[in-house]
């Protein structure tokens, strides 16, 4: 009787995808909020996702970095291009179900195209 309930409870949770777009994004909304209030009580449940965010995407910026003319962000601190990928995911959500360095790209190359 208890692995049955057990069972159903398991259904009803749905796995988070870390590979998605909206994995990436809801880590990089709580990068913003501790950004923007670094002192509130609610910074130990945004630690986890903040780290990840900036790992991520100091990783991926530093790969792009050495592309010569993939995006052009040398000037650009990891927090300001941490919200303009946020601001990009919510005008465009229907990557959220595309794989997140989809989405990060697509906003990098939107805001830091090199000029020609």
């Given at each position: 009787?208890?692995?049955?309930?057990?069972?159903?409870?398991?259904?009803?949770?749905?796995?988070?995808?870390?590979?998605?777009?909206?994995?990436?994004?809801?880590?990089?909304?709580?990068?913003?909020?501790?950004?923007?209030?670094?002192?509130?009580?609610?910074t130990k449940t945004e630690?986890?996702?903040?780290?990840?965010?900036?790992?991520?995407?100091?990783?991926?910026?530093?790969?792009?970095?050495?592309?010569?003319?993939?995006?052009?962000?040398?000037?650009?601190?990891?927090?300001?291009?941490?919200?303009?990928?946020?601001?990009?995911?919510?005008?465009?959500?229907?990557?959220?179900?595309?794989?997140?360095?989809?989405?990060?790209?697509?906003?990098?190359?939107?805001?830091?195209?090199?000029?020609?």
């Amino acid at each position: 009787m208890l692995a049955l309930a057990l069972g159903l409870a398991l259904q009803t949770v749905t796995p988070t995808d870390f590979t998605k777009g909206s994995h990436l994004f809801g880590s990089c909304q709580s990068a913003v909020r501790m950004m923007d209030n670094p002192s509130a009580q609610q910074t130990k449940t945004e630690m986890p996702g903040s780290t990840y965010c900036l790992g991520y995407v100091g990783g991926y910026i530093d790969g792009l970095n050495r592309l010569k003319d993939a995006v052009c962000v040398r000037d650009a601190t990891l927090n300001t291009i941490v919200r303009v990928y946020v601001a990009y995911m919510q005008k465009n959500p229907k990557l959220m179900d595309e794989g997140k360095a989809l989405g990060l790209l697509l906003a990098l190359t939107d805001a830091y195209a090199c000029p020609k």
